[in-house]
């Protein structure tokens, strides 16, 4: 609509009446040269949400040292994973997809009532030219969908500041929900345990163990209340009973140490190690927390994580990929966002 009831004839267009569904992943550099990996790296690694130590005492260290270095070796990794067809990492080009497929589920569903678009935490397109198209584009509903599983405050919780901080720019604010995590919804176990099964079946030979590798944390966090460490744990034990294997078959690990803190334990890097030393020589990774591949998963995991098990004996690797843009993770998606805009659709 663009006409209010009942006002004058003189009164400004204003579009109102749609509903929107902003998708939102992490974020990704515009490219894997310095200034624009330092530029990506200085917005991650100045929220307090992910690096909660004070101002005063992690600006200097960050701005004179991290990230004086740390665009060369972070550009040099996602150089190595880049899609350099489309010009933009993995994550972009993945999160594009999963937003056009869930537009064509939603258009089937409610027509033109719905209207779906993505955003990145960090980086580009960002959060708030996504609101504010929407918001344009007569949406006075949204429903924020962070892509993230399992709640953690660095991730699914930085990202919806990130979606208040653009609502309070709106002068006609939109009603607003969040997606609440969905890592014990069945449709999303169900689908995981599909990605597994369609990985096993295509092998020769059975992996001696399954590691459920999770984005890690300080484990400081976890003992301020942050939930993250439990749903990893329940996710991983649904996921075994789902796919019927015993409770040897599937071990959990925590990826993507920074700082000099104790993370959440076992590390993916040296549990692989582990494994591959007491004999079990064939593994396959999956990685839970993350709903598209990144790279976190196809360099972390994919190259070092996979180098650390084949240097201590281990023999087959097999890294199993994000559910991404596949049809079962779309469709899970789906039926749990539909949930949530009961009473708006």
Known sequence: MTALPHAPADHPPVKFGKIGILLANLGTPDHYSYWPMRRYLNEFLSDQRV???PKWKWQPLLQLIILSKRPFTSGAAYKSIWNHDKGESPLMTITRDQTAKMAEVMQARHGDKV???FCMRYGNPSTDSKVRAMVAAGCDRI???PLYPQYAGATSATANDQFFRALMAEAWQPAARTLPAYYDHPA????????VERAYAGME??????VASYHGMPERYLMQGDPYHCQCQKVTRLLREKLGWDKNSIVTSFQSKFGPEEWLKPYTVEEVARLA???KKRIAVIAPAFSADCIETLEEINEEIRDAFIEAGGEGFTYIPCLNDDDAHI????QVIDENLGGWV
């Open 205 to 210: 030979t059975r992996p001696d163990v399954l």
């Open 51 to 53: 690096i909660d130590y």
């Open 331 to 334: 469709a899970a998606l789906a």
């Open 277 to 279: 030393e007491a004999g």
């Open 188 to 195: 999303y176990i169900d689908a995981l345990a599909g990605s």
């Open 115 to 117: 209207m779906v678009d």
């Open 143 to 145: 429903l924020f969908v």
